[in-house]
């Protein structure tokens, strides 16, 4: 029988490679809480990630840290005082030209109540950061 | 002669390397698409102003604590809230208690009429973010609809389909999303 040349597979393996090494967005950050997005048919894609900012709400994933819902800035718990300062942080590491561009993504669990969702808003209003998106799963069709 | 070649370098154990650092970068690879419904926060409030809409302009919605619906002061269910925004705000038959329509001319449409109403969503702190969600998608969705009804009539395809920036802008002032949201207070209601 006739051995197969192989020599070629070492090229289609770094082909593949090269690809996941350039599709591949590592996670900034760990969440500390649990986020299941809800769901929505009529969701809109975020083209530039580089000028995202991301507030998490859920619950903490571990216990110990009490089972409200909590919001997420950067690597820890915040309160919804912080997010002004946190919005400037973010304004601050962006070009000055893609500052007024900026969007902030509210990434938060199905199950908060939106006492919380409603304290982000009334912040992020304050600091002028009006550009908000729910993130949300895309289905073809809510179910009712 | 033959002791002076250089040897070849047996390459076979390459792809083995190569299937390591591909399997590395298949795992940590987060391939996820962010996507969500995008709102634009109006600013803040300085003073008391009130804002004179007229009463026949305004579809209310109100979600109680328990994710319960009120439309236009009556109880009502998500079900029938795209049908119930899109009649309110296309007014066909002109009713005295429906909103008023105001002939705009636009652009690339010429004359055309512009609904004047608002939908006004007012929901409690104890909402869960999930009905809030379905709503916004849901009143997302009825404006979406009214879009494609005048992209369809003008222009012939739907309005995602529409590549033309300023026919993009023309339906757009044509159909404005108007939706409002309330200062935040607590209604309570179960």
New interface residues.
Partial sequence: MQKINTSALPDIIFMLLFFFMVTTTMREITLIVQVKPPEASEVQKLEKKSLVSYIYVGVPLKTQFGTESRIQLNDAFASATEIPEFIASERESRDEADRGFLITSIKADKATRMGVITDIKQELRKVGAFKINYSSRKVAKLSY | MASKEVPEIN?GS??DI??L??IF??V????D????????????VEDDTKFDIKDRNIFKVLVSSSDRLMVEGERS???TLRDDVKAFMTNPTNREDLPEKELKFIENLGDIEVSKGVVSLK????????M???I??EL??AF?ELRDEVSLQFYGVKFKNLINEDYRKAVKKAVPMAISEAE?ENIGGN
Avoid: C, H, W
């Fill in positions: 390459a390459m792809a190569a299937f650092l591909l970068f298949l940590t690879t987060t391939m698409v962010d996507t969500g419904i995008t709102r634009k926060l109006p600013p803040p269910d998500i079900s929901n409690d702190r104890g909402t869960s973010y999930e809030y969600i379905k916004q998608n997302t969705a979406a935040p």
